[in-house]
């Protein structure tokens, strides 16, 4: 089992930064595969990013690609969501999850992301 506790979020105007963190526990979180999520209010979780288990290939979704990175350390077990050029519409519940084969199995409780205009 893997447990993942995200944290990073806070309140930020528009055209700044901030890096998520999603800490993992378990000997196995380097085996896993990580996505980053999103929901606003009032609308449905959607992809951000995600990374394989050896960093080697990440993907985004077209609304952040070029402006969030997403990278991971697994000697720390740790995957980062480095967000930049923030937008208002950004702003969100931000929810990491460990994938295998193609599934999100474990999920982290999320944290906030408040961009201001």
């Known amino acids: 089992q893997v447990q993942l506790v995200e944290s990073g979020g806070g309140l930020v105007q528009a055209g700044g930064s901030l890096r998520l963190s999603c800490a993992a526990s378990?000997?196995?979180?380097?085996?896993?595969?990580v996505g980053w999520f999103r929901q606003a209010p009032g609308k449905e979780r959607e992809f951000v990013a995600s990374?394989?288990?050896?960093?080697?290939?990440?993907y985004y979704a077209d609304s952040v690609k070029g402006r969030f990175t997403i990278s991971r350390d697994n000697a720390k077990n740790t995957v980062y969501l480095q967000m930049s050029i923030l937008k208002p519409e950004d702003t969100a519940v931000y929810y990491c999850?460990?994938?295998?084969?193609?599934?999100?199995?474990?999920w982290g409780q999320g944290t906030q992301v408040t961009v201001s205009s």
């Open positions: 999850a460990s994938e295998r084969s193609g599934i999100y199995t474990y």
């Open positions: 378990g000997r196995t979180f380097s085996s896993y595969g």
């Open positions: 990374i394989s288990w050896s960093g080697g290939n990440t």
